[in-house]
């Protein structure tokens, strides 16, 4: 028998024994790692073989004690996002939504997001994307940083915007 067979049967007979207990492990194991959702959080339990009715009781209990917050959680990845991967409010709605996070907290956190917000990140982006592209022809140059931007999620209105003030042509 192999050791993950053994690690298996361990885990079903603790489940069967104490379902909450391991739950609260697991759950508060993730959480260790990095801050995750609700919706991340159950789907992790039910992964893992816990119970639904054990894994919202878990995460009710969570949530109670201030370790699960999704409000705070799309607030922090919204900034975060922003400030690190210089990516559009249409990725960050995308990503939060995968993430569980109910449509009204999507709203809510991105309504914030304000069109000059998203125009600085776009041109943040792609002054840095823009260097390495110096030596290029300026039709190469052009067509690899329109890609960036709209693999970013930036609208084209942007994406054009931003490449005029960098001044780079399509011919």
């Excluded at 379902?19 to 339990?45: C, D, N």
């Excluded at 073989?49 to 054990?54: K, N, R, Y």
């Excluded at 917000?117 to 823009?130: M, P, S």
Aim: hydrophobic letters at 35%; zero cysteines.
């Amino acid at each position: 028998m192999s050791s993950s067979n053994i690690e298996g049967d361990l885990l079903e007979e603790e489940v069967a024994s104490d379902p909450y207990q391991v739950g609260t492990t697991i759950a508060l194991t993730a959480l260790g790692r990095r801050a995750k959702s609700r919706g991340e959080l159950f789907s992790l339990l039910k992964k893992r073989g816990i119970a639904e009715e054990v894994a919202n009781a878990i995460l009710f209990r969570l949530q109670e004690q201030g370790f699960v917050n999704d409000y705070e959680f799309a607030r922090y990845w919204s900034e975060s996002r922003q400030r690190t991967k210089k990516v559009s409010r249409r990725i960050i709605i995308g990503e939060l939504r995968s993430k569980g996070i109910s449509d009204e907290i999507i709203e809510w956190i991105t309504s914030d997001i304000s069109d000059d917000a998203e125009y600085e990140n776009a041109l943040n982006f792609a002054t840095r994307k823009a260097r390495s592209y110096a030596k290029l022809e300026p039709p190469i140059a052009y067509r690899r940083l329109h890609g960036a931007l709209s693999r970013r999620g930036f609208s084209g209105s942007i994406v054009t915007r931003v490449i005029q003030e960098l001044g780079i042509s399509a011919r």
